[in-house]
């Protein structure tokens, strides 16, 4: 479903449909291939849900400009899509 705003600052919403419950998983990685963060990993419902990611790493740290990846995994999907931080 893609991340909206696109560029954006100071955050984004990252949406993502599931057709019946189970596992998601979603990180952000710059584009060097680098883990930045992990938004979301668990199992839940059908539907759809939005994470946000607020230009930060796993430490809570802010992230520079520039272009990053985010990668949706669920079952029997997979999806890697692009995103730019303007800060």
């Given amino acids: ?3 909206r705003p696109n560029p954006f600052n100071p955050a984004t919403e990252v949406a993502f449909e599931l057709a019946g419950a189970g596992k998601a998983r979603i990180t952000v ?3 060097r291939g680098r883990l930045v963060a992990v938004l979301f990993d668990g199992q ?3 539907g759809i849900h939005r994470v946000t990611w607020k230009g930060e790493d796993s ?3 802010d992230v520079s400009s520039g272009i990053y ?3 949706i995994e669920t079952p029997g999907f997979e ?3 692009k ?3 303007l800060r």
């Fill in 69 to 71: 990846l985010y990668r």
């Fill in 1 to 3: 479903m893609g991340n």
């Fill in 59 to 61: 430490r809570g740290r």
């Fill in 79 to 81: 999806a890697t899509k």
């Fill in 29 to 31: 990685f710059d584009v």
């Fill in 44 to 46: 839940t419902t059908a």
């Fill in 83 to 85: 995103m730019t931080l």
